[in-house]
């Protein structure tokens, strides 16, 4: 109950707009995904699927609007950061996975058994757990103070380590492995995305001040953050289709909201030092919720092609030796992509 009262004390005006730009962004980003992907299947009918390197997509209007919707919904989520705290905006993010999964069983005829809607619940109770318990946001009064936190030795070596690791993936794992293994598409994905989201969170402090009074856009740092969100979202957006258009868009989704969220939290515990001030019990709670999510995950993972009848080792024998004789692939594709 206390918890409760806090939270409606803090729920000022301004907690009100960011509450409803954050779920406005969901609603959008959910949405962008099945848009996406039937924009991507009617490119890849015609022309060379995005899953193969082909780029006929970007002459599809369908992938535009979804484009499009998913851009909306990065604005709103933006731009509830610099409204409300991230203790309130982040959980809200959970809602485009069940939006996305529900829609994609409803519109693309991607079933969503009951195993995998416990591991979605699973994934946004272990994120909200997270959240709930994540420490309050340290106070910048300039861009620079952002700078020189993402120039301190500790954040250096973790972006070293993602930059080594994403063009590892890109180079070494991407032409052997991007077609069977949906991990690759979507490691990239989240580790390129954990740096720009710390980029993004400068750009936005640095708006913020901007237009309260303090210009930050005289200071090179300000630009340099911006080059670096415009490098990452567009590596992103790449890796993305390449996941979309292969893999099942409601398995896509949540795995790639897990790892997304766990990169990004480590990269702000690392940057920002959030639990510093934080006590053992805080940090135990948050650790039990990555485990929550990873629980989900795996579910997700193992129980995408079951299905809910009492034939069910029948029925998944059955699919997978269809599977294998239909595609020419073994056991190495659980996730691959299913079509109607």
Same mark, same amino acid.
């Given at each position: 109950?206390?918890?409760?009262q806090?939270?409606?004390?803090?729920?000022?005006?301004?907690?009100?707009k960011g509450?409803?730009?954050?779920l406005?962004?969901s609603l959008?980003?959910?949405?962008?995904?099945?848009?996406?992907?039937?924009?991507?299947?009617?490119?890849?009918?015609?022309g060379?699927?995005?899953?193969v390197?082909?780029?006929?997509?970007?002459?599809e209007?369908?992938?535009w609007?979804?484009?499009?919707?998913?851009?909306?919904?990065?604005i709103?989520?933006f731009?509830a950061?610099?409204?409300a705290?991230?203790?309130?905006?982040?959980?809200? =993010?959970? #809602?485009?996975?069940?939006i996305?999964?529900?829609? @994609?069983?409803i &519109? !693309?005829r991607?079933r969503?058994?009951?195993?995998?809607?416990?591991g979605?619940i699973l994934?946004?109770?272990g994120?909200?757990?997270?959240?709930?318990h994540?420490?309050?946001?340290?106070?910048?009064?300039?861009?620079?103070e952002?700078?020189d936190l993402a120039t301190?030795? =500790?954040? #250096?070596?973790?972006t070293a380590?993602?930059?080594? @690791?994403?063009? &590892? !993936?890109?180079?070494?794992?991407?032409p052997q492995?991007?077609?069977?293994?949906i991990?690759?598409?979507?490691?990239?994905?989240?580790?390129?995305?954990?740096?720009?989201?710390?980029?993004?969170k400068?750009l936005?402090i640095?708006?913020k001040?901007t237009?309260?009074g303090t210009n930050q856009l005289?200071?090179p740092?300000?630009w340099a953050?911006?080059?670096?969100v415009?490098?990452?979202?567009?590596t992103?957006?790449?890796?993305?289709?390449?996941?979309?258009?292969?893999?099942?868009?409601?398995?896509?989704s949540?795995?790639?909201y897990?790892?997304?969220?766990?990169l990004?939290i480590l990269?702000?515990?690392?940057?920002?030092?959030d639990?510093?001030g934080?006590s053992?019990?805080?940090?135990?709670t948050?650790?039990?919720?990555f485990?929550?999510?990873?629980s989900?995950?795996f579910l997700?993972?193992?129980?995408?092609?079951?299905?809910?009848?009492?034939?069910?080792?029948?029925s998944?024998?059955?699919?997978?030796?269809?599977?294998?004789e239909?595609?020419?692939?073994?056991e190495?594709?659980?996730?691959?992509?299913?079509?109607?």
């Amino acid at each position: 109950m206390a918890v409760v009262q806090k939270w409606r004390e803090g729920m000022s005006s301004d907690n009100v707009k960011g509450l409803v730009l954050a779920l406005s962004s969901s609603l959008f980003i959910g949405a962008s995904f099945i848009v996406k992907k039937k924009g991507l299947k009617k490119a890849g009918a015609s022309g060379i699927r995005a899953g193969v390197g082909g780029y006929s997509y970007l002459l599809e209007p369908l992938w535009w609007a979804g484009m499009i919707t998913m851009v909306v919904g990065e604005i709103a989520n933006f731009a509830a950061y610099a409204f409300a705290p991230a203790i309130l905006v982040t959980p809200l =993010g959970a #809602l485009s996975i069940i939006i996305s999964a529900v829609l @994609a069983h409803i &519109i !693309l005829r991607e079933r969503l058994h009951t195993f995998g809607i416990l591991g979605c619940i699973l994934c946004v109770v272990g994120s909200t757990t997270i959240v709930l318990h994540a420490p309050q946001e340290r106070q910048i009064e300039s861009v620079t103070e952002v700078w020189d936190l993402a120039t301190e030795p =500790g954040f #250096l070596f973790y972006t070293a380590l993602v930059l080594t @690791a994403v063009f &590892i !993936l890109i180079y070494q794992f991407v032409p052997q492995y991007g077609q069977t293994h949906i991990m690759v598409y979507i490691g990239v994905c989240s580790l390129v995305g954990s740096i720009s989201v710390m980029s993004v969170k400068a750009l936005g402090i640095a708006l913020k001040l901007t237009f309260s009074g303090t210009n930050q856009l005289v200071y090179p740092q300000t630009w340099a953050f911006t080059l670096v969100v415009i490098t990452c979202v567009l590596t992103q957006m790449n890796y993305l289709n390449k996941a979309l258009d292969t893999f099942n868009t409601a398995v896509v989704s949540p795995i790639y909201y897990v790892m997304f969220t766990s990169l990004t939290i480590l990269a702000s515990v690392i940057m920002f030092k959030d639990w510093d001030g934080q006590s053992p019990t805080q940090i135990l709670t948050e650790m039990c919720g990555f485990v929550t999510i990873l629980s989900g995950t795996f579910l997700l993972h193992k129980t995408k092609d079951m299905a809910d009848d009492p034939g069910l080792s029948t029925s998944l024998s059955m699919r997978s030796l269809k599977h294998e004789e239909d595609d020419g692939f073994g056991e190495g594709i659980p996730l691959k992509r299913q079509d109607t």
